[in-house]
């Protein structure tokens, strides 16, 4: 677990959201559950989930990107199951395509 302090600005912000039975949408409880963010970065790779502005905001500044790739790499060392592209390049194309959900 992280001991940064979470910036206030995404408490009730929708980070994510998953087209799933399960869940859909996603808050900062469920990227704070790293298995559960886990789950949902590699869901992004098949178009199933997607990051929200400040879902990745929120990853960037809370975890960093590397160490969420690491986190990625541990469970997923295939990811992001394309020849070619890293794992910071697959997941920096994930910002590319955040969705504007809380009006930034």
Do not use: C, W
């Not at 995404?10 to 886990?38: C, H, M, P, Q, V």
Request: proline share 3%; no cysteine.
């Amino acid at each position: 677990m992280n001991d940064k302090k979470i910036d206030q600005k995404f408490i009730g912000k929708l980070l994510g959201a998953r087209n799933s039975k399960k869940k859909t949408n996603y808050y900062i409880d469920d990227f704070l559950d790293e298995k559960e963010l886990i789950e949902f970065i590699v869901s992004t790779h098949d178009h199933e989930s997607t990051f929200t502005k400040d879902g990745f905001e929120f990853i960037e500044q809370y975890y960093g990107l590397d160490r969420v790739i690491e986190m990625v790499l541990y469970d997923y060392p295939e990811y992001p199951f394309d020849e070619g592209v890293s794992p910071k390049e697959a997941l920096l194309v994930k910002k590319q395509y955040a969705i504007d959900a809380n009006g930034n």
